[in-house]
Nanobody, 118 residues
Framework: QVQLVESGGGLVQPGGSLRLSCAAS????????MDWYRQAPGKQRELVAS???????NYPSSVKGRFTISRDNAKNTVYLQMNSLKPEDTAVYIC????????????WGQGTQVTVSS
């Protein structure tokens, strides 16, 4: 069973930075795409960053230019560098991986809380 374990969340002041990590229990080459989502209380889950197996990345306009997704294949880990954080970035950040099998399977981490507040 694939496991994804997030870490790196916490409390940060507006304008600050955090780096989240998502460690997979298997080679991340087995995934077609790995994503970071976030969910704030009372809001729908929102995709905030994607990295494809080939290395291309995608971001919604709400975080583009502030968030960067990257990966370390040797460590089977995906990162989310978050800069210029705003109070509206407060949410539980959740790692997702989509397998390359047919049909593809989704795997989810347990999430890590990010709170942006002064």
């Amino acid at each position: 069973q694939v496991q994804l374990v997030e870490s790196g969340g916490g409390l940060v002041q507006p304008g600050g930075s955090l780096r989240l990590s998502c460690a997979a229990s298997t080679s991340i080459f087995s995934f077609n795409v790995m994503d970071w989502y976030r969910q704030a209380p009372g809001k729908q889950r929102e995709l905030v960053a994607s990295i494809m197996r080939g290395g291309s990345t995608n971001y919604p306009s709400s975080v583009k230019g502030r968030f960067t997704i990257s990966r370390d294949n040797a460590k089977n880990t995906v990162y989310l560098q978050m800069n210029s954080l705003k109070p509206e970035d407060t949410a539980v950040y959740i790692c997702n991986a989509v397998s390359s099998g047919i049909p593809p399977r989704n795997y989810w981490g347990q999430g890590t809380q990010v709170t942006v507040s002064s």
